[in-house]
Each structure stands twice: as structure tokens, then as C-alpha cells.
T-cell receptor, first 112, second 112 residues
Framework: DADVTQTPRNRITKTGKRIMLECSQT?????MYWYRQDPGLGLRLIYY???????NKGEISDGYSVSRQAQAKFSLSLESAIPNQTALYFC???????????FGPGTRLTVL | EDQVTQSPEALRLQEGESSSLNCSYT??????LFWYRQDPGKGPEFLFT???AGEEKEKERLKATLTKKESFLHITAPKPEDSATYLC?????????????FGSGTQLTVLP
């Protein structure tokens, strides 16, 4: 089945460490997104990319950076992790011309 | 500012007890409203897209409806396996920067 995968699924790290979360997809979609989910706040968009050469900030991009290595791969980096970046992180994809997004299984990140 | 509000925050039903979840929004010029199901520890799973007032979509025991101010997710004769958090999201208008704004979800528990 065409799918969206994320690695790692769980990560515990310390304040100040650099962390990379990876997303890959076999859906053939050209658009990819990174969200974080916090209890009571819903899903919030961090960055999105409409193709390999296109990167856009979402509503909460401070403290994060991204890289679109290929159409199927989109990674999220925390250059210097801080405790309030503890959250569930989701990657999603969509196809241009359609707006429904399809989500990966998530990465649970804990910053101590 | 665009707002998406879901109610109730949590809902407990007996198996077979039909009910509705609400998603109200303040986005002007809505381009689409999406419903997702999220199981604990998993990514949101796409259910429906609604584009215009009066539109309805059905899938098994779920039916989604849309008015100019809100959407309802009706659950008919629910079963315990329908227990999940249901998220709605609205698509903002605005050229290439179209993004989804998510509500914080309704946690549904269906008791056997």
C-alpha cells in the first residue's frame, strides 16, 4: 500500500541537542507538510513544501528547519532542542489539485 | 483570525446511541472542510471532504454535513470500534498558501 512513514517513532533527547525527524512517502504526492500536535491545541503547521525547490514557513516555524531531499523525502530539524518542543510530530502529504492530506504515524519527541 | 471550534471536547455514548459532533468555523470564503479520525498513538486518518453548504458525505455509520457556519459529523448506532478522536479542519482561501486549520478535536468513547 502507498504509505507515509516517519522515523524515529519515539525519541528522547536533551536540551540543546540537534534532532532530525525524517519522513518518506510512496504515495507519489508532490506536496509535503510537517505538523506538531499538543494536547488541547490541535495540529499546527510548521513547514510545508509544494515541490522539491519550494519550502514555506507555517504558523510556528521558529526553532525548526526543513529539507526536501527528493519528492518523496522531507525532513524536519530542531537545531537546538528545547523542552517546549516536546510534542507529537506528524508528516503529511497531498497531491496538487486536491486538498485532503494523508498523515504518517507520528514521532513522539521528548526534550528533557 | 480563522477559528475552528469543535464541540463537545469529549463524548461518551452507549453502543447504539446515535449522536452528532459539531465543528464551527469563522473562515470567510471557505474552500473546503475536512473530517479526520485519530486513534491513540496514530496519525489522523482522512474521512471526508465537504466543499459547499448543503453537501453531505456518508461512510458506514458516519455522515458529515456542512452549512455556512458549521459542520456536523453524525454517528448512527455507533460501535465500540468507532471510539477515537475526530478532528475537523478548514481550508483557508489564498493562492498557493492554502493551508488547513485544525480544531482541537472531539474524543468519542463508545461503551459496549
Amino acid at each position: 500500500d502507498a504509505d507515509v512513514t516517519q522515523t524515529p517513532r519515539n525519541r528522547i533527547t536533551k536540551t540543546g541537542k540537534r534532532i532530525m525527524l525524517e519522513c518518506s512517502q510512496t504515495k507519489g504526492h508532490d506536496r509535503m507538510y510537517w505538523y506538531r500536535q499538543d494536547p488541547g491545541l490541535g495540529l499546527r503547521l510548521i513547514y510545508y513544501s509544494f515541490d522539491v525547490k519550494d519550502i514555506n514557513k507555517g504558523e510556528i516555524s521558529d526553532g525548526y528547519s526543513v529539507s526536501r531531499q527528493a519528492q518523496a523525502k522531507f525532513s524536519l530539524s530542531l537545531e537546538s532542542a528545547i523542552p517546549n518542543q516536546t510534542a507529537l510530530y506528524f508528516c503529511a502529504t497531498s497531491q496538487s489539485g486536491r486538498y485532503e492530506q494523508f498523515f504518517g504515524p507520528g514521532t513522539r519527541l521528548t526534550v528533557l | 483570525e480563522d477559528q475552528v471550534t469543535q464541540s463537545p471536547e469529549a463524548l461518551r455514548l452507549q453502543e447504539g446511541e446515535s449522536s452528532s459532533l459539531n465543528c464551527s468555523y469563522t473562515v470567510s470564503g471557505l474552500r473546503g472542510l475536512f473530517w479526520y479520525r485519530q486513534d491513540p498513538g496514530k496519525g489522523p486518518e482522512f474521512l471526508f471532504t465537504l466543499y459547499s453548504a448543503g453537501e453531505e458525505k456518508e461512510k458506514e455509520r458516519l455522515k458529515a454535513t456542512l452549512t455556512k457556519k458549521e459542520s456536523f459529523l453524525h454517528i448512527t448506532a455507533p460501535k465500540p470500534e468507532d471510539s477515537a478522536t475526530y478532528l475537523c479542519a478548514v481550508l483557508r482561501p489564498g493562492g498557493s498558501a492554502r493551508q488547513l486549520t485544525f480544531g482541537s478535536g472531539t474524543q468519542l468513547t463508545v461503551l459496549p
